[in-house]
């Protein structure tokens, strides 16, 4: 595939934090993946090795900085100097899930903010644009100084809802809390149904934070979205407070599943139908569950890569 008339061939890469879903992308744009020689050096230290000749190509790495995420991050960042120093015409790291970017601002004295730390970081190793998806904190994109695509699998998760089959005089969009309503009210607007919200309010200092629900689940199929599962704590509270409140069914739905520290005993024993989560981060066999659905984004990556490459517009992919 060629862009401006053919004066830049397209080339995707991938380092070791998600291959299959780089392997996805290819093969929707029909190009094979780039031969690249990733490895550790006896001490530990990241060892790059480009094995093909990039100069004057659109240079695409796929890369989400998932766990390990200091290991994977510094991956990226080893091949984006690689790469640099390789000539190509541009270079895009492709970052489907960005790490640390719950680290976006000083909610406390003294603390770094470090997402900004990796967008800088990024750019000094030679990015000349970033595409993410479901960036935990949109702003996140402000921290950059060069061209940042930001995608949504809302309609690739809205999708999958609807295969599901509920009627939507049953269904309930639960927010797990305040600060996830725009996002629970945008899935409602697409999906029908009603509306609920986990209201949580400290009483004092001293006091444990109290739960209560705002809306009616009763009878009802309860369907929980956002950006990620990591612990699932958040998701577990609010399907407790459901099943207090006599709902028939759970479904949670996000588009990063870290699923860590045993997140996926803690839902499966909360009661959950399934969980539906996006591959852009690799699910692990071990946490593999049949209640686990993955949901590709690789067509949506490989659209907005194709629109990039060849100077289209994407806006039409940011709908969320």
């Not at 029909?30 to 990733?38: F, W």
Request: charged share 25%; with cysteine; hydrophobic share 40%.
């Amino acid at each position: 595939m060629t862009g401006n008339g053919g004066t830049h061939k397209l080339k995707i890469f991938s380092g070791r934090a998600n291959k299959p879903l780089a392997e996805g992308i290819a093969k929707h744009l029909g190009v094979p993946l780039g031969n690249i020689n990733l490895g550790s050096f006896p001490d530990g230290e990241t060892m790059v090795r480009i094995d093909e000749d990039v100069r004057g190509r659109d240079v695409f790495l796929v890369q989400p900085t998932c766990p390990p995420v200091n290991q994977h991050l510094m991956e990226l960042l080893t091949m984006l100097d690689a790469f640099k120093r390789a000539s190509p015409a541009r270079i895009t790291a492709v970052i489907p899930y960005y790490g640390y970017a719950r680290q976006d601002r000083k909610d406390t004295g003294r603390v770094p903010i470090t997402a900004k730390l990796v967008a800088d970081l990024l750019t000094t190793a030679g990015a000349h644009r970033v595409l993410c998806l479901d960036l935990h904190a949109a702003q996140i994109q402000g921290f950059f100084n060069i061209p940042v695509d930001h995608l949504y699998a809302s309609n690739e998760i809205t999708a999958h809802v609807r295969s599901l089959g509920i009627p939507a005089n049953e269904l309930v969009v639960l927010s797990t809390d305040e600060g996830n309503v725009k996002k629970a009210l945008k899935y409602q607007g697409r999906l029908g149904g009603q509306i609920a919200v986990v209201d949580k309010r400290r009483a004092s200092a001293t006091e444990t934070t109290a739960a209560h629900l705002i809306g009616d689940v009763e009878g009802k199929t309860v369907v929980l979205f956002d950006d990620m599962i990591s612990t699932g704590s958040s998701m577990v509270k609010a399907i407790e407070i459901a099943r207090k409140h006599r709902c028939k069914k759970v479904y949670a739905c996000a588009t990063h599943g870290l699923l860590v520290d045993k997140a996926v005993n803690r839902l499966r024993d909360a009661g959950i139908e399934q969980i539906a989560i996006t591959d852009s981060i690799p699910l692990p066999a071990e946490r593999a569950l049949p209640n686990i659905k993955v949901i590709s984004v690789a067509a949506l990556l490989a659209n907005a890569i194709r629109r990039i490459h060849e100077d289209q517009s994407i806006s039409e992919l940011f709908n969320d």
